[in-house]
Structures are given as structure tokens and as C-alpha cells.
């Protein structure tokens, strides 16, 4: 039996978002927040939209499904991301506790890997690199379009 509804599908949804953020001459990095089979929260940066360096895709889908489920907590939950959250988005991430965590690119520059240890909470699965190429291959071609 074919699962529809497995990481590649969830990640695909990210990098949808992602793709909205590029539209919007914004960093393309988009997130999802699934809980059974079903995205309960979505985002992409907005950060020159808002004015706002808060403002990551990571916060907004946290934001929007923790609304969704009426709770602070996503312990039920799995956050894809297409690009490895900054050290606060993995603060928020750590307070939100999820059960699982997917990002497809590394950030070797702002990532909170650069720390030197998983920072999230220790219930949270960490998973990477799924679809990393593409998502770098966006992130790339963002960065190449200002220069």
C-alpha cells in the first residue's frame, strides 16, 4: 500500500510555502505543522513584510497551530521545515515541544546546530536533509536574484 500522506508529502507542503515566501522577495523558508495527517499550521517568512525579525516561518505555522489546537504545547505534532531553524526558532521549538522535527537544508551559518548540540526539548525527534537539494536550490537562487 502507497501512504499519501508521508514526510516527502509534508515537506512538499513546506517548500510550497517557501515558494510563496520567494514571490514575496522574502527569504524562501516555509514550514508546516501536521498532527494526523493534517497541517494545522503554515508559514513563510515575513520578515520585510512585517517589519518584524521575529517573523520566521517557523513562528508563524508554531503560532497558527498552537491557536488551531487551542494549547501551547504540540506534543501530538510534527514541524517540517525546509531550512534549519535559527537558534530562535529552536527556542520556540523547544517551549512548543513537538514530537518530531524534519528540515531539509542544513544553515551552516545560522543554524542552531552551530551551537554544537540539539537544543530541543529531549522528547523531540530531529530528522534532516530530506529534500535538502531542492530547498538550497531555492535558497541559492533567492540569493543570486539580489546580487
Not at 15 to 42: L, Q, S, W, Y
Not at 83 to 96: R, S, Y
Not at 110 to 126: C, D, E, M, V, Y
Request: charged fraction near 25%.
Amino acid at each position: 500500500m502507497i501512504e499519501v500522506f508521508n514526510d516527502e508529502y509534508w515537506m512538499r507542503e513546506a517548500m510550497k510555502e517557501a515558494h510563496r515566501a520567494f514571490e514575496a522577495d522574502e527569504v524562501p523558508v516555509g514550514a508546516v505543522v501536521v498532527c494526523n495527517n493534517r497541517i494545522i499550521g503554515k508559514g513563510h517568512n515575513l520578515t520585510e513584510r512585517l517589519h518584524d525579525v521575529t517573523a520566521h516561518a517557523e513562528m508563524q505555522a508554531i503560532t497558527a497551530a498552537a491557536n488551531h489546537l487551542g494549547s501551547k504545547y504540540l506534543e501530538e505534532c510534527t514541524i517540517y521545515i525546509t531550512l534549519e531553524p535559527c537558534v530562535m526558532c529552536a527556542g520556540a521549538i523547544f517551549w512548543a515541544r513537538p514530537a518530531k522535527v524534519i528540515f531539509a537544508a542544513s544553515d551552516s551559518k545560522r543554524g542552531f546546530s552551530q551551537l554544537g548540540k540539539n537544543i530541543l526539548h529531549p522528547a523531540t525527534l530531529l530528522e534532516q536533509g530530506l529534500m535538502a537539494e531542492e530547498a538550497s536550490a531555492l535558497l541559492k537562487e533567492f540569493f543570486q536574484k539580489l546580487r
